[in-house]
């Protein structure tokens, strides 16, 4: 993408406004600027960035993340083109809340089971005074 460039995904239509050099403690990176919008409304701004630490000389690529309940929105600024664009990766990932969702209702369901002490494994059984082969005192 170039700046000024949009596209759309999943009903989210974002902006490339372009990116910018920066520099941290042992890295140098490129910082890349999308406006969000949905509908026509301003949803979000997104920075994702392109670094490259020091030493040794690793790139690694910095994601922007929008997260919703309906789904997480993502941008990942790749390498610059000869052609002054940049290659961007978009992503959408729709119910992801639904996952921690899902680990909680196992979380829930284990306690319940808990609970109740005859389903415990090992929980020691009372035993029955005057049953069949037992004598009463």
Known sequence: MKPGETTEIA???LTF????????PNYTESIGVFDVTSGGSPVTRL????????A?????SEAGIYAAWTGDLYAVLG??????????RLYFHPLVRCIWIGALVMFLGG???????RLRVGAPRRALRG???VPAE
Not at 47 to 54: S, T, V
Not at 56 to 60: E, G, L, R, Y
């Open 11 to 13: 009903g989210y239509a």
């Open 17 to 24: 406004r372009g990116a910018a050099p920066s520099k941290g």
């Open 47 to 54: 920075e994702p960035a392109k670094r490259i630490y020091d």
């Open 56 to 60: 040794p000389p690793q790139p690694t």
């Open 79 to 88: 390498d610059q083109q000869p052609d002054g664009g940049y290659a961007v």
């Open 111 to 117: 306690a319940i089971s808990l609970s109740d002490r």
């Open 131 to 133: 049953a069949a082969g």
